[in-house]
Nanobody, 121 residues
Framework: VQLQASGGGLVQAGGSLRLSCAAS????????MGWFRQSPGREREFVAA????????FYADSVKGRFTISRDNAKNTVYLQMNKLKPEDTSIYYC???????????????WGQGTQVTVSS
């Protein structure tokens, strides 16, 4: 399974971005999907995750109420809508696929290449 993340960029604080992660496999619907982020010198941290069906979503406390994860299994794509962005959201964002929803990076089997999100104050 190959994952291709896109949609990052530079935005002012309070603005919005929508990240996309396209999967190569037709079995995309068999995977739980997650978004993580990592800044220089810091560990990769959980942002959001979604179950295979899309009916269950989970968020880090730091993004709850501002970010929304969704998926379109017909398009093999998972999204992360990011609203009310803050400078502390600046990071490289990675999408990942795993067997079940988890908040730990080690639980995910496949990773995208990352997309940079920069929020200016």
């Amino acid at each position: 399974v190959q994952l291709q993340a896109s949609g990052g960029g530079l935005v002012q604080a309070g603005g919005s971005l929508r990240l996309s992660c396209a999967a190569s496999a037709r079995i995309f619907g068999s995977f739980a999907m997650g978004w993580f982020r990592q800044s220089p010198g810091r560990e990769r941290e959980f942002v959001a995750a979604i179950t295979r069906s899309g009916l269950g979503t989970f968020y880090a406390d730091s993004v709850k109420g501002r970010f929304t994860i969704s998926r379109d299994n017909a398009k093999n794509t998972v999204y992360l809508q990011m609203n009310k962005l803050k400078p502390e959201d600046t990071s490289i964002y990675y999408c990942a696929a795993g067997s079940v929803v988890q908040t730990t990076p080690a639980a995910y089997h496949y990773w995208g290449q990352g997309t940079q999100v920069t929020v200016s104050s």
